[in-house]
């Protein structure tokens, strides 16, 4: 392959070259694309409009709601466009704003959902002091932190991987993946930005090893609880987290536990469509189906709603 210095553009994988099936592959991921956003926008306006939902709890769910909103945003409208279009190709700005975003998000949703597995391990081992530990300062604090350190490895994550020469401008994949935009490198290891992805696995099995030894201590509390109803209630507030955090281990597991090919295969797509676009489509309703707080607040939503119409 010749050297491309100067690439301005990356051609991206398409579902298919019939018109019809790009229709088709249009339709679904707008549909998708339109059910994540309503059920993640529902999510963020019923926890701001419902002050019995101001607690650290719903706080960070409401973040985990505007990054899957974010994560989604990221690579299917581009998706869409593409076979809209019949056009696979993005411009290198718009190759590097993908990758610096997806990172971005990627890592801050793994940051939240660690704190959420911290704040439920307070709430249930040491209730008497959820409060001291817990108050929104230190929630707000913790937050903050993980988008600066979210920021600064998606842009160190970025730089590593476009400071290099491209030998080829064809990605193997329906967005701009890094591991498929490592393979195009002329030099075809780049020992900084395998340096990165080795400390983000590790920053990723860290996160994954501080969950499980939360619930371990979690469950441990729980069935001490002498009462039937109160092992219950308590597992009931952490059961959709603990479902959120299984999908997405799940996912991560199918998208990058597989033996890497050279060529992407259908099972890539497959792989790469459930580890991106479906956590941040079935979260919000994960969330919403078992818990009353966010049902009623939603209830309040729908009525509030459809009284301003009728007035108005």
């Not at 199918?254 to 790469?272: H, Q, R």
Request: glycine share 4%; with cysteine.
């Amino acid at each position: 392959m010749s050297n491309l210095t100067s690439v301005s553009t990356f051609l991206l994988l398409q579902f298919s070259d019939i018109r019809e099936m790009q229709f088709i592959h249009f339709l679904v991921f707008l549909a998708m694309y339109l059910m994540a956003v309503t059920g993640n926008l529902l999510i963020i306006i019923a926890v701001a409009l419902d002050d019995r939902l101001h607690t650290p709890m719903y706080f960070f769910l409401f973040n985990l709601a505007m990054i899957d909103l974010g994560t989604i945003s990221v690579i299917v409208p581009k998706s869409m466009a593409m076979s809209l279009k019949n056009d696979r190709s993005i411009s290198y700005s718009g190759c590097v704003a993908q990758v610096f975003f997806y990172f971005f998000f990627a890592s801050l949703d793994l940051v939240v959902l660690t704190i959420m597995a911290h704040d439920r391990y307070v709430a249930i081992c040491n209730p008497l002091q959820y409060e001291r530990i817990m108050h929104m300062g230190a929630c707000l604090q913790m937050v903050v932190i993980g988008f600066m350190a979210s920021l600064l490895y998606a842009t160190i994550h970025t730089s590593g991987t476009f400071g290099t020469t491209f030998c080829s401008n064809i990605v193997n994949q329906f967005f701009c993946d890094i591991s498929q935009l490592l393979k195009l490198s002329c030099s075809h290891i780049n020992l900084v930005e395998v340096g990165l992805l080795v400390i983000g696995f590790g920053i990723g099995v860290g996160c994954f090893v501080f969950i499980i030894v939360s619930y371990s201590h979690i469950f441990t509390t729980v069935l001490r609880i002498p009462s039937v109803q109160g092992q219950k209630k308590a597992f009931s507030t952490c059961l959709p987290h603990l479902t959120v955090v299984s999908l997405l281990i799940l996912s991560s597991f199918l998208a990058y536990g597989k033996p890497s090919t050279g060529s992407s295969s259908t099972l890539d797509i497959a792989f790469a469509v459930v580890y991106t676009i479906i956590p941040p489509m079935l979260n919000p309703f994960i969330y919403s189906m078992r818990n009353k707080e966010i049902k009623s607040a939603l209830w309040k939503l729908f009525k509030f709603t459809f009284i301003s119409k009728r007035l108005f």
